[in-house]
């Protein structure tokens, strides 16, 4: 009787955790989208996903038990268990025709599960909806299979590998592109002498489009009605959409942005003893080394597809690109320490800093605690707070995918006409909003590129007829109250309609967390609670705006928070302009939040007060105070001294000196 190895079963009780812990509701980025499509069985945002599509309705469906995200949830989780578990598979394929003993096949694969499990480009994709498990999951599948084709070990595994190439690009196209870059690495380096058989290349040919034909998906399914978010049915469109044509502007970068910081990020996330492992194996000269020879080169071209975007490890999306250049990092290292001799211990040593690499020991807590239902909440006051029939002109992410998510999945709020302003200009997205009698008909006339000018139409053809909620101020919205996340212009005043946003009742803990995902949810959460209390502020409200603030600033010292306790607070000064970081997350880190305070006080006449709160902001070590403080100085007609500030703030700001333009201007034109 054949015994289940120890990876195996590491393998399934990771994949058991991730389903424990997986997120049930909407979450950031483009989890809701996913969640739609899956239960609609349609595209999402171009290339598609079709595949995710596919084995999303099959879970959702084929599991009754629990919430539809959670469902679709555990592709991502048993997906990712599953890549580790190859990870491991792909260090013993390495080692094969390396003479080492059975336990120490079964510790090299056992460490390269467990380094993959922990590493962070898996396992922050473990428990969200996302296309990078199951898209890792088959990648690391076709690259095992690559690996053996290397090897001789039968012609089908080439054809295998093409396969999976297409499978992986139908859920995520630059991981198909690593299978594509080892299989290239293999065929220049061991395998030339298929360049010289039409026969196997044509095989592998019709195994890779059979794999392409699962984005046949997108026209089906748009013939059938089924809303997405292209027009696959013509030859142009399809290729617009298959191709990511629309997010090509995000691709790209300089060579240090790009290339080397993935690189840099790659080795770092795989630890520095799967590093020194994949240089044993190097160095090592045994007749199997053109083989691990290809693996090596094909590991060097795999951080191409992880450096399409600028690396930002702070969101997830970004480090994902990274995982298949990470398993196989783990899997060449693992066999190195194996393959190469020496003393045990040696060995032993070496297999543990690779398992349990130490940088990514401190970010499990991080990873894995991403669940809060302050996002849920929030992303329920999107379709919560509109009126009955109002029309909503949505602009943020969260709220477009939270709203797609909610109408696909739960029927809800049929009789609201939604318009994502990013799409605006879109005829399928116009085809979609038109179900509302206000904006039936054809889309307003206004070149597709000028969003503005077909956001103004839109708001012009329901003028007065019914309720306008938009989650901007805009030009044409007069006569405006707040509602939940957005300002409302009624077509006449609704008696007692200005929602309490709820989210932010129950998102205090987050607004403070500044790692892993709950610090990008208490970004986006604290960037809702900022533009709340500016539009408070704008609407005399400056006391509920105050104390809005001192919640979003929980975190501050109990003396500086009560600079915004209550006291007869009115406006008595004119929009301020604040200084943001510009490189914070969704516009709104936490000294961010102090800045805007600091703004509200001196609107509603304690000056002082906001004077402190930034005094004390400057002592933390954030000099932006300087710049708020000078803001605040040149509308108190105290030039002298707002230069002063500004000056302060260049003598010590290097290259964020930049951020000086719109004052010195400010200052220039006050001095005329």
């Known amino acids: 009787m054949r015994t289940v190895s120890p990876s195996t079963w590491v393998a399934l009780a990771a994949g058991t955790a991730f389903a424990w812990l997986a997120v049930p509701g909407p979450h950031l980025y483009d989890s809701p989208a996913l969640v739609a499509g899956a239960w609609d069985l349609a595209a999402t945002y171009p290339p598609g996903q079709p595949l995710h599509a596919l084995l999303g309705r099959a879970v959702a469906v084929a599991l009754p038990l629990g919430p539809i995200p959670w469902r679709v949830a555990l592709l991502s989780a048993a997906g990712e268990a599953a890549s580790a578990w190859l990870a491991g598979r ?50 690391a599948y076709g690259l095992v299979a690559l690996v053996r084709w290397t090897r001789r070990d039968g012609e089908a595994w080439l054809r295998v590998g093409a396969l999976c190439a297409a499978l992986a690009a139908a859920l995520h196209p630059p991981h198909g592109f690593a299978v594509v870059l080892w299989g290239v690495a ?135 690109y990274a995982g298949p250049a990470v398993i196989a990092l783990l899997a060449l290292g693992a066999a190195g320490f194996v393959a ?41 006051s999107f379709t919560d707070a509109p009126p009955p029939r109002a029309v909503v002109l949505v602009s943020s992410d969260v709220g477009t995918l939270g709203w797609r998510m909610a109408r696909s999945v739960d029927g809800a709020r049929p009789d609201v006409g939604l318009l994502p302003t990013g799409t605006i200009g879109e005829g399928w997205q116009w085809r979609s909003a038109s179900s509302h009698p206000a904006l039936a008909g054809p889309p307003p006339l206004s070149p597709p590129t000028d969003r503005e000018g077909l956001i103004e139409r839109a708001i012009a053809r329901v003028d007065d007829r019914v309720p306008i909620s938009s989650e901007k101020r805009r030009p044409g919205l007069d006569r405006v109250s707040i509602a939940g996340p957005y300002v409302l212009r009624p077509p006449r005043p609704p008696p007692g309609h200005d929602v309490v946003d709820v989210a932010m009742s129950e998102a205090g803990p987050f607004f403070s967390r500044e790692d892993g995902d709950p610090g990008n949810v208490g970004s986006l959460l604290r960037n809702v609670a900022l533009n709340r209390g500016r539009r408070l502020v704008d609407a005399g409200r400056g006391e509920e705006a105050l104390a809005l ?59 002082e007060r906001a004077a402190a709160l930034l005094e004390a902001q400057s002592v933390r070590g954030d000099p932006r105070a300087l710049l708020q403080l000078a803001w605040m100085a040149l509308a108190d007609g105290r030039t002298e001294a ?8 260049e003598a010590g700001a290097g290259a964020r000196a930049e951020e000086t333009r719109a004052l010195r201007h400010a200052l220039t034109s006050a001095g005329r």
């Open 90 to 139: 792909l260090a013993v394929e390495l080692l094969r025709d390396e003479t080492v003993s059975a336990r120490a096949l079964v510790a090299a694969r056992l460490a390269a599960t467990v380094g993959a499990l922990l590493a962070p480009p898996l396992l922050r994709q473990a428990l969200r909806v996302e296309v990078y498990g199951p898209a890792l999951a088959v990648t």
């Open 186 to 320: 293999a065929a220049v380096v061991v395998r030339r002498d298929v360049w010289r058989r039409p026969r196997a290349l044509g095989w592998t040919t019709v195994a890779f489009v059979a794999g392409m034909s699962v984005f046949a998906l997108l026209p089906v399914r748009e013939l059938a009605g089924v809303e997405q978010w292209g027009e696959p049915t013509t030859l142009s469109g399809f290729w617009r959409y298959v191709s990511g044509a629309p997010y090509h502007g995000n691709l790209g970068g300089s060579v240090e942005g790009t290339v080397l910081g993935a690189a840099l990020y790659v080795l770092g996330a795989a630890g520095a003893g799967a590093c020194l492992g994949a240089v044993l194996l190097a160095a090592r000269r045994t007749p199997a080394r053109a083989v691990r020879l290809s693996a090596l080169v094909a590991l060097a071209l795999l951080v191409v597809p992880a450096s399409l975007q600028e690396m930002d490890a702070r969101i997830p999306d970004r480090a994902a």
């Open 340 to 380: 190469t001799p020496s003393r045990r211990w040696i060995t032993v040593a070496g297999l543990l800093l690779l398992a349990l690499h130490p940088g990514a020991l401190v970010q499990v807590p991080a990873s894995v605690a991403i669940r809060t239902g302050a996002l849920e909440t929030l992303v329920g």
């Open 549 to 607: 603030y001192a919640h979003v600033l929980a975190w501050l010292p109990a003396d500086e928070r009560a600079l915004l306790a209550p006291g007869g607070a009115g406006v008595v000064g004119g929009p301020l302009p604040v200084a943001h970081d510009p490189e914070a997350l969704f516009e709104a880190s936490r000294e961010d939040a102090v800045r805007e305070a600091a703004a509200a006080l001196w609107r509603v006449g304690r000056g």
């Open 642 to 649: 707002a230069r002063q500030a500004v000056e302060a703030f």
